[in-house]
């Protein structure tokens, strides 16, 4: 199993979430955030004026999958959400050694 953790611009989550809920894919975790990568400070215009904005919002997205489907999401996530420039996010794949359903008890891929 493994966890998929992304990174993305708030202004792909709709896309987002109607592609995985058409592929079948429940169980996602959306939560907002705000970060840097190679784009550091950007001055955006508002109004005339300049504003200096160093953290960009970005959302969360994670996704407990068995090993088989991760690649097929991926793939699926970098078409939605790609468009070539700095900041389109970054996909972080982890193993993940177990889960546990709480209301259940069940573990592993049962679990899921």
Same mark, same amino acid.
């Given at each position: ?7 993305? +611009? +708030? *202004? *792909? ?12 894919? /429940?169980?996602?975790?959306?939560? &907002? ?6 784009? *550091? ?18 959302? /969360?997205? &994670? ?7 991760? &690649? ?9 959400? /790609? ?11 982890? +193993?993940?050694?177990? %889960?546990? /359903? %709480? =209301?259940?008890? &069940? =573990? ?5």
């Amino acid at each position: 199993m493994k966890l998929l953790v992304c990174i993305i +611009p +708030p *202004k *792909k989550i709709d896309q987002v979430k109607k592609v995985l809920w058409e592929s079948g894919i /429940r169980g996602v975790t959306f939560s &907002e955030g705000s970060g840097y990568g190679y784009q *550091k400070v950007q001055v955006e215009s508002v109004k005339g004026a300049d504003y200096k904005v160093q953290y960009q919002p970005r959302i /969360r997205l &994670e996704i407990a999958l068995p090993d088989g489907e991760v &690649e097929p999401v991926v793939e699926l996530l970098l078409e939605t959400v /790609r468009t070539g420039r700095i900041g389109d996010g970054k996909f972080f794949i982890i +193993p993940l050694e177990d %889960v546990v /359903r %709480v =209301r259940t008890g &069940e =573990r592993g891929e049962n679990a899921l």
